[in-house]
C-alpha cells in the first residue's frame, strides 16, 4: 500500500524562510557598504579639515613671527602706533588696511575654505602680537539646486 507524503507546506514554508533570509541578509550587506561609503567619506572631510587647520596654526605663527620681528626693529611695543605702510610692507597682501587685521583663506576640498582673521594687539600673557578675531570654515561656491522637472508636454 502507498501512502501519501505531505511535505508540499513545510517545503513552500521553508523556501519562504530562506527567501527571506536572503533579502535581509542582502539588505544588510547594502546598508553596510553604503555606511562604509559614508564613513569614508567622512573620513576624508575630517583629514581635509585638520590639513587647512595646520595651514590655519602656520599662517597664525608666520603673521606673529613677522609682527615680533617689527616690533624688534622698530624699537616698538604698542601696534596702535605701528604705521599701516609698513604692516602692509612686512603682510602684504594679507593686511586690511581699513579694518587693521590680517586674513587670509586656505582653500579646502569641495568648494570650502578656511577663513583666518588676527587681530594686532599685544598680549603680554601669552607673548603674541595677534589674537584670532575669527577661524571657521565657509562654502566658497554658492550651490544652485537644479528644481528642473522634464515632464512631457505632448509635443
Known sequence: ?????????????LIFIVLCLVTFGLLSLSSARNDLVLAERNAEAVQEYY??????????????????????????????SVSSEKLK??????????????????SMERGQALHVELDLEK???????????????????????????PVWTGQ
Open 1 to 13: 500500500m502507498k501512502t501519501k507524503m505531505n511535505i508540499g507546506i513545510s517545503s513552500l514554508i
Open 51 to 80: 590639513r587647512a587647520d595646520t595651514e590655519g596654526e602656520r599662517f597664525i605663527a608666520m603673521a606673529d613671527s613677522r609682527l615680533k620681528k617689527l616690533a624688534a626693529d622698530s624699537g616698538m611695543n604698542n601696534f596702535p
Open 89 to 106: 610692507q612686512i603682510m602684504g597682501d594679507y593686511y586690511n588696511e581699513n579694518e587693521r587685521t590680517i586674513r587670509t583663506d586656505i
Open 123 to 149: 598680549d603680554s600673557r601669552r607673548g603674541t602680537f595677534c589674537s584670532v578675531r575669527s577661524f571657521y570654515v565657509y562654502n566658497q561656491e554658492d550651490y544652485e539646486i537644479d528644481q528642473s522637472i
